[in-house]
């Protein structure tokens, strides 16, 4: 006898159980489970209205997975791709600010380590930190913080 299919509750628990989901995320990912008749927005009113759900925690959340690897400009870019309010991206914008330079320096040094020999390989570098949503500042610092020798 085949189990018994889980609730959108079932399936909301226990993907908000693995991590953080914004509202727009785990409404996507219950959509696809969803039968005919069932509402979606019910079940994410209550996850919300019993703390299971909230999108303050979630932009937190990404902030922090993403803050090692990436720039202010692609985790503000993800955080309002979730459609996360912008009262709270502003809230963690400031954070992110203060410590971007330090940041984008601990990406170059994981990644390359020792300044470039030439302009090319130096563009090269300075694209890579681009690429990660650094700011033209954030880069220009670990320029000359790898120029001055760390």
């Excluded at 303050?56 to 090692?68: K, P, Q």
């Excluded at 503000?76 to 459609?83: K, M």
């Amino acid at each position: 006898m085949p189990l018994p299919k889980p609730s959108l509750k079932a399936r909301a628990l226990r993907y908000l159980s693995a991590r953080e989901h914004s509202r727009l995320e785990l409404g996507r990912k219950l959509a696809r489970h969803a039968e005919e008749g069932e509402d979606i927005e019910a079940v994410l009113d209550w996850l919300q209205s019993a703390k299971f759900l909230s999108e303050s925690r979630f932009a937190e959340s990404l902030v922090n997975r993403r803050s090692a690897r990436f720039g202010n400009s692609r985790i503000l870019s993800e955080l309002h791709g979730h459609q996360i309010d912008d009262r709270t991206v502003s809230a963690l914008k400031s954070e992110l600010l203060a410590s971007e330079d330090e940041r984008a320096w601990q990406v170059w040094e994981r990644k390359y380590g020792t300044l470039a020999e030439c302009a090319a390989e130096s563009a090269k570098q300075m694209r890579f930190l681009q690429q990660r949503g650094f700011s033209f500042d954030a880069i220009q610092a670990v320029m000359r913080r790898a120029r001055r020798g760390k």
